[in-house]
Structures are given as structure tokens and as C-alpha cells.
């Protein structure tokens, strides 16, 4: 009987995250970008009108390189074991943004768009 | 022998097979470039060592086996977020085992890894002061659900068939 509930409550815990999970893959944005390291902003791009660039990010003696192209933005290099933020590739979504958690640096977009307003577009 | 020195000798081996599997663990590449997300494969280990020793020895491995992960895997910057991951999951699964018998332990690792992605959201959040983070939890809830299911039935087979071999 125990295990019954337990079982509902990790099925209820999986759902919730799936759900989440589904609408953190759902929520398109263009626009503007914020780069944020160690908790403080230090660059906000507006993709829309910026040129190709790339530039590098200094925290804690780490350093993560950041390119801009296409009107996109993602981290081509970085000098930690993992390349977590590497691997993520271009920033799509205003709810997941790209992460770097040993160099504490976070890329994000600014403001998201509802889903009518991206299929629209 | 010594019993003392027994012990000391199985949590010693226990500690080298997890740390060799977290470092086999490393050498497979993560299908989801996704900060957090791993198959935690060494935790078959912490498993186990919940059930079949005492709290604090299971502890002493999982300890043990955090630190010297990090220098294998040379990525100290990670390992706050780690150790405060599987300190939450230690805790909670040394409760746990109360109440969960061995023929349920995966329901026990499952809660464990809930609990593990928890400290590790919440060190991350702490730590970077970025609460957008948070938009990566539900992933980690479900891909923690899917690995400590799968950990947790490896730890019960090994439990169950190390019984039977008695």
C-alpha cells in the first residue's frame, strides 16, 4: 500500500516534469539578449541589428567565448571539462537559456514572445 | 582478520568501483547538453552502500568518491553543485530506508535522484544568483526519475544476487 502512494507520487513528480519540460521547449523569442556573469549583466545584445562578433567572457580566471552570427547567439568555446554550454549550441528558447554553471555565466533573451505571436511571424 | 580492517577494506573497494565508474561514466558522451543531467551511474554504488552498510560509512564513500571524482575529472568548479546534490540525496535516502525494504529500492533512488537535483538546482540558484535556472528543473526531474529508476534496479540486483550467492 505504501509503495502505491509512492509510486503515485513519483508518477505525479515525472508528469509535472514533463510538462514543464514541454513548455520550456515551447516558448520561441527573438529580440534582445542579456550576457550575465557571476550574477551581474555585463553585455545586452539586441540580435536584430548586431553584426557577426564574437567575444570573450572572463570569470574567476575561466573564459567562455561567445559568437554572434546570423542574428543568433551561442558559446563556440570554453575552457572547462565539460562544454555543457558548448554542446547547446544557438539559443532558441526565452525559458531555457544557455548556461555555463562552472564559469557562472548565463546567455538569455530579454522579453519572450507568446506562442500566437511566434507562429504568426 | 581484523573485522575493522575488513571493513575498511570492502568500503575502500567499494569507493575504487564507484570512482571507476564515474570515470568509465565520463568517457560516454551526454545526449543531452543540458547543465545537470547525467546517468549517475556511480551512484549504483551509493546505492547500495545505503542499504548494506552503516549511514556514515555510506557517507565516508560517497565523500571519498565526490572529491577524488573531481580531480579525475578535473572540473572543481562543478563540484559544489554536486556535493550539494548528493548531500541532500544522501540524507534523504538514509530516511528513506526506514521505510523502503530492499525489494524497493528503486522507488528509494528514485526519490534520492528527485532529491539529488533538488540540492544541485538550488546550489546553482544560490550560487549564481539566476533565477531563469529554474526553467531547467523540470528537465532534471524527469531525466533524475529515468536514472535513479535505473540505478536503483541495478543496486537491487546486485543486492539480491550477492544474497543468493551466500
Not at chain 1, 38 to 51: A, N, Q, R
Not at chain 1, 95 to 116: A, N
Request: proline content about 4%; hydrophobic content about 50%.
Amino acid at each position: 500500500m505504501k509503495y502505491k502512494v509512492m509510486i503515485i507520487i513519483i508518477a505525479v513528480i515525472f508528469a509535472a516534469g514533463a510538462v514543464g519540460t514541454f513548455f520550456a521547449l515551447n516558448s520561441p523569442a527573438r529580440g534582445t539578449v542579456r550576457v550575465i556573469s557571476g550574477g551581474k549583466v555585463i553585455e545586452t545584445i539586441d540580435l536584430i541589428s548586431s553584426d557577426d562578433r564574437s567575444f570573450d567572457v572572463e570569470y574567476d580566471g575561466h573564459k567562455n567565448t561567445v559568437e554572434i552570427r546570423d542574428h543568433r547567439v551561442r558559446v563556440i568555446s570554453a575552457d572547462c571539462p565539460d562544454q555543457t554550454c558548448v554542446r547547446m549550441g544557438w539559443l532558441s528558447s526565452s525559458s531555457m537559456p544557455i548556461v555555463c554553471l562552472p564559469h557562472q555565466l548565463v546567455i538569455e533573451y530579454t522579453e519572450s514572445l507568446d506562442g500566437i505571436d511566434a507562429v504568426t511571424r | 582478520m581484523n573485522p575493522k580492517v575488513k571493513r575498511l577494506t570492502e568500503l575502500s573497494v567499494l569507493t575504487a568501483v564507484a570512482l571507476i565508474i564515474f570515470v568509465v561514466e565520463l568517457q560516454i558522451p551526454n545526449p543531452f547538453p543540458i547543465p545537470g543531467i547525467k546517468l549517475g551511474l556511480a551512484n549504483i554504488i551509493t546505492v547500495y552502500a545505503i542499504y548494506r552498510y552503516k549511514p556514515y560509512e555510506a557517507a565516508a564513500i560517497t565523500v571519498v568518491r565526490l572529491i577524488l571524482g573531481a580531480v579525475f575529472a578535473g572540473n572543481f568548479a562543478a563540484l559544489i553543485y554536486s556535493a550539494s546534490g548528493a548531500a541532500l540525496c544522501l540524507i534523504g535516502m538514509l530516511i528513506l530506508r526506514r521505510f523502503i525494504d530492499e525489494k524497493h529500492i528503486w522507488i528509494s533512488s528514485v526519490f534520492g535522484a528527485i532529491l539529488h537535483n533538488t540540492g544541485q538546482m538550488a546550489a546553482a540558484l544560490i550560487i549564481t544568483q539566476t533565477p531563469q535556472l529554474l526553467a531547467y528543473y523540470p528537465f532534471l526531474l524527469v531525466s533524475g526519475c529515468l536514472a535513479g529508476a535505473f540505478t536503483g534496479l541495478c543496486a537491487q540486483i546486485v543486492i539480491s544476487r550477492l544474497k543468493k550467492n551466500k
